[in-house]
């Protein structure tokens, strides 16, 4: 039970229109007085009036009723994904290509986990949040479907790798959970073709993933060498993938490094963090209340009903 003031407007509003409705029984020079009523149906209205005085008075005080119990499954790991966008990622040994595989799956994997929080951070270079966190799984396919290699051009931002200051702005993103206890632990999955070459070491931003105890699943994407194109030189550019450092950053959160290496390689790793993040629920009992109010109201508006459409009948008789 809490008090409202709102509703407590109300039902002052309402208790003076019982007041009249009561001065009316007491003065019969009244428009519509009550003594043309007979007896039995002045008790009737006696007792209606009555009832809406309660019922008003109640109003103000919100009273909830416990009605059940249920069971509700607390979605309480935020997912934040970090995928790179380099020129490499548009190599071909996956169909039609690394980008679109791994967009396609993420989509599968997103679509499975509404109400969960998740965010999208895309880097080559400079890294930025490309999806903020949000729990609608439904919002966040929609952005993706529309996502194309393309919106990130070949200019010197989307030609360097910087793995580092990809995962700082990753754990810097989740740190808007920090206050939160029921929104941990966190995960991270970095999704990469290539190797850091610039910016911050991720060895030192994965040691304070380790101190924080945020798992990093880590997704090495794609053959090794693998020729993309030639430069304005004719020299071959092919891609670039440290899977020492990939496993090295996997093993300093003591989580897992995964080598994918076809269409299929992303689908099961998914499935498996898509169990790990079912394992994770936690399931608490909530009471449901219903609110005595949402009934009061309409009870209200019935008695008001009955009660004028006395006195309307009352005055068109006497007439």
């Known amino acids: 039970m809490s008090f409202s ?6 039902s002052l509003a309402l208790i003076a229109l019982c007041g009249i409705l009561f001065f009316f029984n007491k003065k019969p020079k009244f428009l519509v007085p009550i003594y043309h009523l007979k007896q039995r149906i002045r008790w009737v209205y006696t007792i209606l009036l009555g009832v809406l005085v309660v019922c008003v008075g109640l109003l103000p005080l919100r009273i909830s009723v416990v009605s059940d119990k249920k069971v509700v499954v607390e979605k309480n790991i935020p997912i934040q994904i970090i995928l790179d966008v380099s020129l490499s990622m548009s190599a071909n040994d996956f169909s039609p290509s690394r980008f679109v595989a791994a967009k396609e799956s ?8 509404d109400g969960y929080y998740i965010s999208l951070i895309t880097f080559s270079w400079k890294p930025f949040v490309y999806i903020p966190f949000s729990a609608s799984s439904q919002a966040i396919v929609t952005k993706l479907r529309t996502m194309n290699l393309g919106d990130f051009p070949p200019v010197p931002d989307f030609l360097w790798t910087a793995i580092g200051d990809a995962l700082l702005l990753g754990v ?13 632990p966190w995960i991270v999955v970095l999704i990469t073709d290539g190797d850091s070459n610039i910016g911050f070491d991720p060895m030192q931003v994965v040691s304070y993933y380790q101190k924080i105890a945020v798992p990093l699943f880590v997704l090495g994407v794609g053959q090794e060498n693998y020729l993309i194109g030639r430069d304005m030189r004719n ?8 899977l020492t450092l990939l496993q090295q950053l996997a093993d300093k959160t003591s989580w897992k490094f995964y080598r994918v290496l076809g269409e299929k390689s992303f689908d099961s790793f998914f499935s498996e963090l898509l169990q790990n993040v079912v394992e994770h629920q936690q399931q608490k009992i909530e009471t449901v209340f219903w609110a005595l109010n949402d009934y009061l109201i309409y009870l209200i508006f019935v008695l008001l009903f009955w009660l004028l459409t006395f006195r309307i009948y009352v005055f068109s008789v006497k007439k």
């Open 235 to 242: 020299t071959d550019i092919t891609t670039n993938i440290n």
């Open 5 to 10: 003031l709102h509703w407590l407007r109300i």
């Open 106 to 113: 993420l989509i599968s994997l997103i679509s499975k986990l």
């Open 172 to 184: 810097k993103n989740l740190q808007q959970f920090s206050d939160q206890e029921t929104y941990k």
